[in-house]
């Protein structure tokens, strides 16, 4: 058990429990609040990982810019202080079960494939060392072109959302 | 290892984090005395604080002890916990970014083999600020508090576009992101050959230097930019239910803010704890180093605080069309020719 291991399951129960919290509380804005516990979890986890760069940029798109649009479009419709009665949507149930399949889905292959394989030692060495630049030298070599491929698909996803806006 | 001293990972650990307060505080209170109190009187044409301490130098710790013992009101209407906790978010944002700005060869808060992402991690972090200002305008339970903190949201996300391509530019002719390497590379840089002041990247990369001062102006919320906070629009913006201790850490925050933004200016483009004819790796820059650095943050918060007392405000749509219609498009040119003058030299 070393010190990542700890901080991992610290940072996990912190995750799971706003993660629990962010369907059951009361209020959209407590709500928004306890998201940002479970994507700075991610984060974390990220660095504990030492993958600082993908740390850098869950913060930067999901707190910074997920979880801010989603406060201020909040806010600009229904800032609404202390508690709200129904705030459950009715196909709750529906949510319930797909988060489970889900998770059984993700934990059986991910234990089915790396399951006993214990961390290669000489590998551990080697992975203390950040890796923002492998990361800009595979994103930007071996996966150029999907890469490409992703950013004209966000920018078509982008116009077209403008143009459904507008009323013109 | 520090200043040829041998010390445990605890006891480096415990002096790095009082490092980064010292690195927060010192420069805010430097700021506030040097430009808020002394600057802005003598460009107003009046003495400025004068009773405490010699030519009032020690204004500023008068004003902390008086916010310190007044009462810390929640309004009732509040939502308790959240109004609490917002300014400490804010106050936590501005250490947060100060972690991985160097002060010298060996004076960092974190090794740079194992976290490289700096300037994009500065970026990142600086983002979260915005939702402490949210949550306090909206915790307050009051109109002003929160027209205030929707026009600081908008703000604060239509310049965080700038700020960030602006440096776009520096990490493409740097070659990295990570502020040591930065600092590096312009003191190891070449002017057409002539290499006796390195190569400062406000040199090459003015236009990014001006959209980035432009965008940190914003991203404070100074003059020009200070609808936010605009007293004869919103009285005091997000901040306006908040007394004592709470209010002294919005303050705190705003000028700490100021200081780190002006020390990555600096870094990014007047290389930092760096200057012509020192040595880049001699022991004495760990103590020679913060002082340049310091000097340097000067430099930038005199402009920051100069433009603040010159000019009037915006207004909102000013403000937006300013931002998107121009310095973003400016900054993705400034971009484009970075990189192709990159391939050509």
Not at chain 1, 16 to 23: E, T
Not at chain 1, 95 to 119: K, N, Q, R, Y
Not at chain 2, 83 to 98: D, G, I, W
Not at chain 2, 131 to 153: E, P, T
């Amino acid at each position: 058990m070393v010190a990542q291991n700890i901080f991992f399951y610290v940072i996990a129960a912190v995750m799971a429990f706003s993660a629990i919290r962010v369907v059951t509380v009361k209020n959209v804005v407590h709500a928004a609040m306890y998201l940002v516990l479970v994507l700075a979890g991610v984060a974390a986890q990220y660095v504990l990982l030492a993958s600082e760069f993908l740390a850098a940029t869950q913060v930067l798109v999901y707190i910074g810019a997920i979880v801010v649009l989603v406060l201020f479009g909040v806010m600009l419709t229904r800032a609404k202080l202390g508690e709200d009665v129904n705030l459950t949507n009715d196909y709750w149930y529906v949510g319930a079960f797909t988060g489970v399949i889900l998770f059984v889905l993700l934990a059986v292959s991910l234990l089915d494939h790396f399951g006993d394989e214990p961390l290669d030692q000489a590998n551990a060495e080697t992975q203390i060392v950040g890796n923002t630049e492998q990361v800009s030298d595979a994103i930007f070599g071996t996966y150029v072109v999907p890469f490409e491929a992703v950013s004209v698909l966000l920018l078509a996803a982008l116009v077209g959302a403008i143009v459904l806006a507008r009323k013109d | 290892m520090m200043l040829g001293l041998e010390l445990a990972y605890w006891q480096e650990s415990i002096l790095r984090s009082l490092g980064v307060l010292a690195a927060v505080l010192l420069p805010a209170g430097t700021f506030v005395y040097v430009f808020l109190f002394k600057m802005v009187s003598f460009m107003q044409n009046r003495l400025g604080p004068m009773e405490a301490g010699p030519y009032g130098s020690m204004q500023l710790l008068a004003e902390v002890g008086k916010a310190l013992q007044k009462e810390d009101v929640v309004p009732d209407a509040a939502d308790r916990t959240l109004f609490k906790m917002a300014p400490y978010l804010v106050v936590a944002t501005v250490l947060l970014t100060y972690v991985v700005v160097p002060f010298g060869p060996d004076m960092v808060f974190i090794d740079n083999q194992v976290f490289g992402t700096g300037i994009f991690y500065v970026m990142a972090v600086s983002s979260i600020s915005v939702i402490g200002i949210i949550l306090a305008g909206w915790a307050s339970a009051s109109k002003y508090s929160l027209l205030g903190a929707l026009r600081a949201a908008g703000q604060l996300i239509a310049y965080e576009l700038p700020l960030v391509l602006s440096v776009v530019g520096v990490v493409i002719q740097a070659g990295t992101l990570d502020l040591q390497r930065i600092i590096v590379a312009q003191a190891t840089g070449e002017i057409f050959g002539w290499g006796a002041i390195g190569n400062p990247f406000i040199l090459t990369q003015f236009i990014g230097l001006l959209i980035f001062m432009i965008a940190m102006q914003a991203e404070l919320a100074q003059t020009p930019f200070d609808m936010p906070v605009a007293e004869s629009e919103v009285v005091g913006g997000y901040h306006v239910e908040y007394t004592g201790l709470r209010f002294l850490l919005f303050f705190i925050g705003e000028f700490a803010t100021a200081g780190a933004f002006s020390a990555i200016a600096a870094t990014l483009f007047l290389g930092g704890w760096w200057l012509p004819g020192l040595d880049l790796d001699a022991n004495y820059m760990n103590v020679v180093g913060p002082l340049v650095l310091l000097a340097k943050m000067m430099v930038f918060g005199g402009i920051i605080f100069f433009i603040r007392f010159t000019y009037p405000r915006l207004r909102e749509d000013q403000l937006q069309r300013f931002a998107w219609k121009f310095l973003i498009p400016l900054a993705l040119v400034n971009i484009t020719a970075t990189g192709i003058l990159k391939v050509v030299f």
